[in-house]
């Protein structure tokens, strides 16, 4: 971090890496769409998933928690996970919208050539 506190450019693209490669996987990608629609405990969660056992399922969270991804927190026994959007959201808003808007300008300058 620098020193006002915010991350610098490749402390960003680092982040964006572990997102990256946490959304490669489509088991880690049904993991989030699990916990998009509800939190879960890592035992519905291993329950959402019956092909992988529980010590699988546990080496994904890994990876989707050090994306930032997923958060977990201790109630008793029991950890309560939740989906953390931000990241995604940090993913649209440098990558996503920025082709989106480069494909809608692309569209709109076909449709003027075609007039």
Do not use: N
Request: hydrophobic share 40%.
């Amino acid at each position: 971090m620098s020193a006002d506190g915010s991350k610098g450019v490749s402390a960003i693209e680092g982040d964006d890496d572990r997102v990256f490669k946490a959304l490669a996987s489509p088991v880690r990608r049904r993991m989030l769409d699990a916990l998009k629609l509800a939190p879960h405990t890592t035992g519905s969660l291993c329950a959402v998933l019956p092909e992988l056992d529980r010590t699988t399922v546990l080496q994904h969270l890994r990876v989707l928690e050090a994306a930032e991804l997923v958060t977990g927190r201790r109630v008793g026994r029991e950890r309560h996970l939740s989906l953390a959007p931000l990241p995604i959201k940090r993913i649209h808003d440098r990558w996503i919208s920025e082709y989106a808007r480069a494909a809608v300008d692309l569209l709109g300058r076909l449709d003027d050539d075609v007039r």
